[in-house]
């Protein structure tokens, strides 16, 4: 309630009419209460993240949107626009931010997608697990039908109806998942079997009407269920008759139905698996776009800073607009943030996350030599770095997409591999190719600093502790790289 409270001054105020410095002073009240409240949802994520996990994940789902959209860079934005009086620049920001935040107020106020998905993952999940072991006790009493005398039937018939009620159990979870009335069992016996038969005709078609349309308001794994249910039961009788062969039959039935449940569910789950994989890419090829477009801008500025600040008699002037481009260095390093927690969260393209650390590491380092004033051909080389490396990560994540949406269009022919829910964000050669262009990143850094550190040694008074950091950072992504390549090969071969 108090998130709802803090969100709707925030979108409210824009309303109000206020003098240009009173506008002014309101702005910057905001712009801190926002900062403060990004703050609090981090915290609230994190303490609630054991005893709620729904409203942990929905807060951090919250909190990666503002971060996406920059809205507390853009509150400050803000503040400075007002502050030049340039009124109708605000105001066009102000309404832009308006939207932002009530998207992000209707996103606290609603069911998390991203959070239902995951427990719908869970539950089929689940149940595949028991229609695994189902399958498995059905094909064993299969063969034990076949092998054994006919005096053993009675025992197997037992076991029949004990394979039945665990399905008949597992149908009623589904049917309750689904928002379906689970569905009574009717008799199975050879007795209730003898008295259904002797009802009377207009009894029996009642009921053939009624069974009529709950088939119709059943989904097609209830249908498949109970279709394996009715085989299972003439399994019994014929068990219970002694009718081996016949037995034998119902049940190769009774499995082939569940087989072709399990093919649906993992159909569900490649399905959820797209979706999530869909949502995840559109995202990140959205990050990567704009890190790429401001990167070519940082390198562009940069190079003619360089320019300019070999004429320019006021070197002032070029540490202020140095200092500038660090700022929008930052801007890139936040958006990279952002890239790297969609990446964790997903958990499955590792050469990526490395590839984004690695680019990030650079930026900052970027960042760091534009604070300084650092104006030199290193500085461009760097910002080179990081414009290959985001290139490559934009173009995988494009044909990640790509193969995603394909899939997608051909889901109804994909025959099942038993991995419904394994699909990786980045396939494997996408993976193998960015783990060959850092290593080649790591190999051409490798010998500048080499170069940097004989030029450094001919000076007595030389500072070698940033370098030496560098070369601690380039040895961690030497050992990461092996070590990815090392998992990308064990998991290929199992």
Do not use: W
Not at 9 to 22: D, K, P, Y
Not at 275 to 293: A, I
Request: glycine share 2%; no cysteine; net charge negative.
């Amino acid at each position: 309630m108090l998130l709802r409270f803090v969100f709707l001054g925030l979108v409210t105020v824009f309303g109000a009419s206020l003098l240009a410095q009173e506008l002014t002073d309101k702005q910057r009240n905001l712009s801190g209460r926002y900062a403060q409240l990004e703050q609090i949802l981090l915290r609230l994520a994190e303490t609630s993240g054991n005893s709620n996990s729904r409203q942990a994940a929905l807060l951090k789902k919250a909190l990666l949107e503002s971060k996406d959209k920059l809205i507390v860079r853009r509150f400050e934005t803000l503040v400075n626009t007002l502050e030049r009086r340039q009124l109708s620049d605000a105001i066009t920001g102000q309404t832009e931010i308006e939207q932002d935040l009530l998207l992000l107020l209707q996103l606290l106020e609603s069911e998390n997608r991203i959070e239902r998905r995951d427990e719908e993952k869970e539950k089929i999940k689940e149940f595949l697990k028991d229609l695994e072991e189902i399958l498995h006790s059905e094909r064993m009493l299969k063969n034990q039908t076949q092998q054994q005398e006919s005096a053993s039937l009675p025992m197997l018939e037992k076991n029949q109806q004990q394979i039945r009620e665990q399905t008949q159990t597992l149908r009623d979870r589904i049917e309750e998942h689904e928002g379906t009335s689970p569905q009574k069992e009717s008799p199975s016996d050879s007795n209730e079997l003898a008295e259904q038969s002797k009802k009377k005709e207009s009894e029996q078609s009642e009921s053939q009407a009624e069974q009529s349309q709950q088939k119709q308001e059943q989904s097609p794994s209830q249908r498949t269920l109970q279709k394996a249910l009715e085989r299972m039961k003439q399994a019994e009788q014929k068990l219970k008759e002694a009718k081996k062969e016949g037995s034998v039959e119902e049940q190769e039935e009774a499995i082939a139905e569940l087989q072709r449940l399990k093919e649906e569910l993992e159909k569900i789950l490649r399905q959820l698996r797209e979706e999530e994989l869909m949502q995840t890419l559109e995202k990140l090829e959205e990050r990567f776009k704009r890190m790429f477009r401001q990167e070519q801008g940082i390198r562009a500025q940069t190079e003619r800073l360089i320019g300019e600040s070999a004429n320019e008699s006021d070197q002032r002037q070029t540490t202020i607009k140095s200092d500038r481009l660090g700022i929008e260095q930052q801007s890139v390093i936040d958006e990279a943030e952002s890239a790297l927690l969609l990446l964790r969260e997903d958990g499955s393209a590792q050469a990526m996350v490395e590839s984004l650390l690695q680019a990030r590491f650079d930026m900052m380092d970027v960042k760091s030599r534009l604070e300084r004033t650092i104006l030199d051909t290193t500085t461009l080389h760097v910002e080179d770095a990081v414009i290959d490396a985001l290139q490559e990560m934009l173009l995988a994540v494009q044909s990640a997409k790509e193969e995603a949406k394909q899939r997608q269009d051909k889901g109804e022919d994909q025959e099942s591999d038993g991995e419904a829910d394994k699909e990786p964000l980045i396939q494997l050669l996408a993976e193998l190719r960015m783990l060959r262009s850092m290593q080649q990143r790591v190999n051409d850094r490798t010998k500048r600093y080499d170069d940097e550190i004989k030029q450094m040694l001919e000076k007595p008074d030389a500072d070698l502790s940033l370098l030496k950091r560098a070369v601690e950072e380039l040895a961690r992504q030497q050992n990461r790289i092996s070590r990815i390549l090392h998992e990308l090969k064990i998991g290929r071969t199992q």
